[in-house]
């Protein structure tokens, strides 16, 4: 049996050519902090790509890694890491990952933390234990998991960040060329329209291209399906998060009035969040965010969905590449995953901040068999984690 000796939180921030959606719009200025407000969306964003890392350290020398969100405020996680759920999982097996995922999460949920920074900060944490798990057993995390379902899983190119409805057709196209055919633009940012970005992007990419739309919460209910409506004639493959992720009602009826299927989820921490759609079919396609779930919940969330005949397509935001490497682990564990998201602006930048390279290439993500998460942070990363001690 190992145990956990020590946990470390830090906060990594890498600096970005170019923000993330693209170059930023009229009246899109930073603050000093670095963040900014998308007009599209009324979300901020900040200028950098930010997120949390945890360190596992076993007593016998084992180091593992966990990652989440750190985009805004990120004190806040690290914060909860090092003042709360470090010294309760400090004397643990690290191969009861899910059982030390249901005691942090009790330890405040009658305080009504059962969603925010706080769950993000215990997914970190899980994220980490698995990898621990793994490591000391010797064994890829995808195998704890049940198995490896797939030899490989297709990615889809996620937004397309350049300044005009040309350009951007154009970016599709090039990776349409290096065999990608699923695409997800980014409402966002569409700046000519999404009905018409929609039209152009069927246009270059042809019949055989999936494209789905991102529509980023934006739209009322009847926005949204009177929006999906004109954009089923180029046969929309999925559209993403159309109204505000609170409108539970909402979202079920913008499901029951369209041809397309929804797909929502990132924003999800829980399964318990899950069930209040799944129960209303108000999707058709869940996308969980690994740095929100961590291991244990995003393979709950995505069996329960599996089991309801709702597919899997798990979303994938910016960060080192660890808890892109754990969604993949649990991706390629489960059934009903169609595919999986790739944030082409982020994945390839950051090779120099992992070992053992997640690499997607003729659109499909390979999977390394190494022990853990198969991954391990460079010198290169290890020099830009800034430890936090309060
Ligand atoms: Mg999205």
New binding site residues.
């Given amino acids: 049996m190992s145990r956990v000796a020590q946990v470390d939180a830090f906060i990594l921030t890498v600096p970005r050519d170019e923000p993330y959606l693209g170059a930023l719009g009229p009246g899109e200025t930073p603050n000093k902090r670095g963040y900014f407000v998308r007009k599209g969306n009324k979300t901020v964003y900040p200028i950098f790509d930010r997120s949390v890392v945890v360190r596992v350290i076993t007593d016998s020398g084992v180091a593992a890694w966990g990652e989440t969100y750190g985009i805004v405020a990120p004190k806040a996680t690290t914060a909860i890491i090092v003042d709360l759920l470090a010294d309760f999982v400090v004397g643990r097996d690290p191969a009861e990952a899910s059982a030390i995922h249901d005691d942090l999460y009790s330890l405040m949920r009658v305080r009504g933390y059962t969603g925010g920074f706080y769950l993000d900060a215990l997914a970190a944490v899980d994220i980490a234990l698995w990898d621990a798990a793994g490591k000391v057993a010797g064994k890829p995390v995808y195998e704890l998991l049940g198995g490896r379902k797939r030899e490989e899983l297709s990615g889809y190119v996620?937004g397309l960040p350049k300044p005009t409805l040309d350009e951007r057709a154009a970016f599709a196209k090039d990776w349409l060329g290096r065999g990608f055919d699923r695409f997800?633009f980014?409402g966002a940012v569409a700046g000519e329209g999404i009905v018409e970005e929609m039209a152009k992007l069927r246009e270059e990419l042809g019949d055989d291209a999936q494209i789905a739309c991102?529509m980023?919460w934006a739209h009322t209910p009847d926005q949204a399906i009177d929006a999906i409506k004109r954009m089923e004639p180029y046969d929309l493959w999925f559209a993403?998060?159309p109204i505000a992720p609170e409108n539970v009602k909402g979202l079920a009826k913008v499901a029951k009035s369209v041809d397309t299927p929804i797909g929502a989820g990132?924003e999800w921490r829980t399964l318990f969040e899950a069930q209040l759609r799944y129960d209303v079919d108000a999707v058709k396609i869940v996308?969980p965010e690994m740095g929100h779930t961590g291991i244990t919940e995003f393979t709950r969330i995505s069996k329960a969905a599996h089991e309801r005949g709702i597919s899997i397509l798990p979303?994938a935001t910016v960060g080192s590449g660890i808890f892109l490497a754990a969604s993949l682990h649990a991706s390629f564990s489960l059934e009903g995953v169609i595919g999986h998201?790739y944030q082409h602006s982020v994945v390839e930048r950051n090779h120099n901040l992992m070992t053992n390279r997640i690499i997607c290439s003729n659109g499909n993500y390979q999977l390394s068999d190494a022990a853990g998460l198969g991954v391990e942070p460079t010198e290169d990363m290890l020099s830009r984690l800034e430890l936090q001690t309060e």
């Fill in positions: 996620s997800k980014a991102d980023h993403e998060a990132e996308q979303h998201e």
